[in-house]
């Protein structure tokens, strides 16, 4: 029969790479992780690490058995927390990923008071514009921007955003300030994602939208790099409203089209699948909900 401190072990050493390691994070002697392994690999009937003198791999088998069972562990050990921790302060790691643009001053300040309000819970932030896999980076939660694609996450809707149209009063000194969307095309344009320096913008007006072809002199992956073109005058930008909001307030950058915006952007946080969701994760689900960002409009 299975023991699962043996798998709990073995899923230990398969994730730190090491037995020393393993042994120093799970409080117990080198020779006792060793020993719990050998067991589950005796129980099983197959060798799930390959062992030598300067490095511990994981076999084939051992790889599809640590896919299997990582996820249902943590399941049973939040399964456990949820019965017998219900009452206690959330606590433990709590890895969170979130876009470029949300690593500016206010989500600082919101996951600084999250900490002082749970000092239990320790956070690990990855900001990046590129989607993680969260089961597979083992990341708790993640802040995404944009239709989701389909998958097993569960996503819970904290929010809409929208960009506006704007540039400095150096670049449109001289230039004919467009009326309509379709002028845009007779402007030097500063885009996310273009394709040979060319993109597509979509306008909404109340029921109409618009769709025009832009170009220019840059293109970028990220809203920093493109807003820092923008804020030097190299052309027209189409701005989430967290990048352009205060330069419209100060009138370092002048908002063009007044009337039109981009369609509005879902904001979601999404995490995997699990019945028994961590209470970390759970008050952070709560105050992400509950907090004023200046990044999107609440939901």
């Known amino acids: 029969m299975l023991d699962l401190n043996d798998i709990a072990v073995f899923i230990r050493v398969a994730q730190l790479g090491s037995f020393s390691r393993a042994a120093q994070a799970l409080a117990m002697p080198v020779s006792t992780v060793s020993r719990r392994v050998t067991a589950l690999e005796e129980a099983l009937g197959v060798t799930l690490l390959q062992r030598s003198t300067r490095k511990l791999s994981l076999t084939v088998q051992g790889r599809a058995y640590y896919e299997q069972c990582g996820e249902p562990l943590n399941e049973l050990q939040d399964a456990e927390r949820a019965l017998t921790q219900a009452q206690r302060t959330p606590e433990g790691l709590l890895r969170i990923s979130v876009p470029v643009i949300l690593g500016q001053a206010p989500f600082f300040e919101f996951v600084s008071d999250f900490m002082r309000a749970y000092p239990r819970v320790r956070v690990d932030l990855f900001i990046s514009n590129a989607f993680l896999d969260l089961i597979g980076e083992n990341i708790d939660v993640a802040i995404r921007y944009g239709d989701l694609r389909d998958s097993s996450l569960v996503a819970r809707a904290i929010g809409t955003s929208v960009r506006y149209v704007v540039a400095t009063p150096g670049y449109l000194e001289g230039r004919t300030w467009p009326q309509n969307p379709e002028d845009l095309a007779e402007h030097e344009c500063v885009m996310i994602n273009g394709r040979n320096n060319q993109a597509e913008w979509v306008l909404t ?31 027209v930008g189409f701005l989430p409203s967290a990048y352009c909001d205060d330069q419209l307030a100060s009138g370092e950058l002048v908002r063009l089209l007044p009337e039109w915006t981009s369609p509005e952007f879902p904001v979601h946080a999404v995490y995997p699948t699990r019945r028994f969701m961590p209470q970390r994760l759970q008050v952070f689900l709560d105050a992400l909900a509950a907090w004023q960002s200046p990044s999107w409009r609440q939901a």
């Open 205 to 235: 007006k109340g029921k109409r939208t618009e769709r025009v072809h832009v170009s220019g002199p840059l293109s970028s992956r990220d809203f920093n790099s493109v807003s820092a073109f923008v804020y030097r005058g190299h052309g």
